[in-house]
């Protein structure tokens, strides 16, 4: 069992900070083809720009899990179904299961408030722990989010730290072997523990080009850029973190 995991692909048709956003996609397409994965997940922020034929011409490689980030063409994901019948969008409280692993997501990123921003809903600290309180007790084994999890070691790169204990609560809450998520840039990834849990973030944007792939009988997580690994994980957590600093 093979899953290969991206965040934050961000395919927007502009060139942000001297990078073309708008070549997302087909790196994408490369990259999925080179790996044959049983599944993609995703943790969010496909990017604005995403159409729905970009989608199909994905769902055509490889079956697609995702929750929804901040940055979203949600008209592109909302009906797109895999080749089994499977919406790829997985609602807050579904624990879907590909070939015995259990998935499940909390979509969105935390707004004091709430609300909806370009068309993209955000969830107050309580909507958000909410859709954890569902997903507790039925043992999820990955769990997708995309909103930031504030470790100690991100020191200052996180913002309104205190509003965010609540993701740290609604991750321990559901209890997954592994957590993945994005949302932090300018660092290509990270590796950290979370008591039991290991949690890993990628910045899969055209910046930075990483991503990780799952190998489930074997216990081991490998973060890759391009299509060449540069780290490696067990799912048992080691009691040490690495990777890069990042910032929002």
Known sequence: ????????????????????????????????KAHAPDCVLGCGDW????????????????????????????????DARNRNGALALIPDC?????????????????????????????????EFFKAALCLAGREVDVLLVHEVVPLPEYGRAVVGRELLEVVKEAVELVGPKVVFNGHLHDAPYTISALNQILYIRVDSSQASR???????????????????????????????????????
Do not use: F
């Not at 994905?58 to 994901?77: D, F, K, M, Q």
């Open 1 to 32: 069992m093979k899953i290969l995991v991206v965040s934050d692909v961000h395919q927007e048709l502009r060139v942000h900070r001297g990078v073309d956003e708008s070549a997302a996609w087909e790196w994408l397409l490369g990259v999925v």
């Open 47 to 78: 990017g604005y720009d995403v159409t729905v034929d970009q989608v199909k011409r994905l769902l055509s490689i490889a079956p697609v899990y995702t929750i929804y980030g901040n940055h979203e063409n949600l008209a592109a994901w909302r």
């Open 94 to 126: 579904r624990v879907i299961e590909v070939k015995g692993v259990r998935i499940a997501g909390i979509n969105g990123i935390i707004s004091p408030k709430g609300g909806v921003k370009r068309g993209v809903p955000r969830k107050t600290p309580e």
């Open 210 to 248: 990483h991503y990780a792939v799952l190998r489930w009988e074997e216990g081991l997580v490998e973060i890759w850029r391009d299509l060449a690994p540069v780290d490696r994980a067990p799912l048992k957590p080691q009691a040490t973190s690495r990777g890069n600093k990042c910032r929002y």
